[in-house]
């Protein structure tokens, strides 16, 4: 079907669905064990119901925001997935050169399949870019990772604490992966020890180190001055110390759905990890929360910023539409979400993005604590 013909995120994932390599849907389309969480993520946005004000001059919307010193065309940006390869010979480099045109930040992953260097390379003048890192056991590696994507400028530094073991995800195992032309990068020595016989779940995990722990976090800030932040936190008291121990913010995230089974989505932890910074005073100047996690609509988008997200981080709608028309697919994809938000603005009372507040949501069919 032509691209004008799609209409909302859900129709790429139906023709990325038709056109993608079987392993590859089935990597980028699984979530561990039963799947629960995977579906819920998105599930739990439509548990919030809208509490719309009126008779407020909403003819001029105003989407524009910025955090963590860059600023976004919509409080969205395009979160870190491995091997965007398997999706589109382009690649993470027509994700670079999309979150361009869009007017996104995008978050590198450190399992790429084009090399720092190239995602780099395809970046366009004044382009911000984020980047997630999996810590390897040999921190030496690590470290030099890090000091790369300063040198570069790039912004902030997300560094994943939900993935000490990959989880299980069956689809994916299902098909034995052979790599098609994508390398896991930054992991070149170790090729030959990495088991590709599992799915690509099992062939990547050799890469992270499962001893990380909070004992590690003032070392990150010793090696670098960019902004660190952790993905994947699940809990009040998880984010009140990543307060403490100085980073800059955290994603609430299950990492799409695909670790631990049965645990809540991003929005559905926001409340409580809202309740519990403020408890413990802290200074959101200082510390900026986001989620990811199916987030498809613009009103998802909405539901995040009312309660207290500064922006949301979106995964499989970038590889779903750039897997079925590339680069202009995902340019498309976010215009969409764009068109979205600012009706659902619109008929809310709320002209810009700080005006949105926790009024304009009921959240008490949300999973409380
Ligand atoms: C991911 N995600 C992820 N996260 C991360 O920190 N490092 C990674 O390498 C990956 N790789 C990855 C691959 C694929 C195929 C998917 C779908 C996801 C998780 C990602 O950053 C994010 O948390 C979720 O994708 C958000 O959920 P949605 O938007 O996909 O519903």
Request: net charge negative; charged share 25%; with cysteine.
């Amino acid at each position: 079907p032509p691209l004008a013909g799609m209409l909302n995120t859900f129709d790429f994932e139906s023709v990325a669905r038709e056109v993608m390599e079987p392993q590859a849907w089935g990597y980028y389309s699984s979530g561990g064990d039963d799947e629960i969480t995977l579906r819920d993520n998105h599930m739990a946005f439509q548990r919030i119901t809208m509490r719309p004000r009126i008779l407020v001059n909403v003819s001029e919307i105003d989407m524009t925001t910025s955090f963590l010193g860059v600023s976004s065309s919509l409080p969205l940006y395009f979160t870190a997935t491995a091997l965007a390869k398997l999706a589109h010979a382009d690649g993470e480099v027509a994700i670079v050169r999309a979150a361009k045109k869009a007017g996104v930040p995008y978050m590198l992953p450190t399992l790429s399949s084009y090399t720092l260097d190239e995602m780099l390379e395809a970046r366009q003048p004044g382009q911000e870019l984020f980047s997630q890192l999996y810590v390897n056991p040999e921190r030496s590696r690590t470290q030099e990772y890090v000091e790369k994507l300063e040198k570069n400028g790039v912004r902030a530094l997300f560094i994943t604490v939900d993935a000490p073991q990959l989880g299980r995800r069956e689809k994916d195992m299902r098909n034995k992966f052979t790599q098609q032309g994508s390398d896991v990068q930054g992991d070149d020595e170790d090729e030959g020890e990495v088991d590709r016989s599992q799915g690509a779940t099992r062939a990547i995990s050799s890469y992270i180190d499962p001893a990380l722990n909070w004992a590690d976090v003032p070392w990150f800030k010793t090696i670098t001055k960019m902004k660190i932040l952790l993905k994947g936190i699940q809990c009040g008291e998880d984010a009140v110390q990543a307060y403490k121990a100085g980073v800059n913010g955290m994603v609430l995230s299950n990492h799409g759905g695909r670790q631990l089974d049965t645990c809540r989505s991003g929005i559905e932890v926001l409340p409580e990890v809202m309740q519990a910074l403020k408890d413990a005073d802290y200074d959101p100047t200082d510390f900026t929360v986001f989620i990811d996690g199916g987030i498809r609509r613009g009103a998802d988008i909405f539901k995040a910023v009312a309660l207290g997200a500064a922006a949301v981080g979106v995964g499989r709608p970038v590889l779903y539409s750039l897997a079925s028309y590339g680069e202009k697919g995902i340019v498309r994809m976010v215009h969409m979400l764009q068109d979205e938000l600012q009706m659902v603005m619109r008929l809310s009372g709320t002209p810009n993005v700080a005006s949105i507040t926790p009024n304009h949501v009921i959240t008490r069919n949300l999973a409380d604590h």
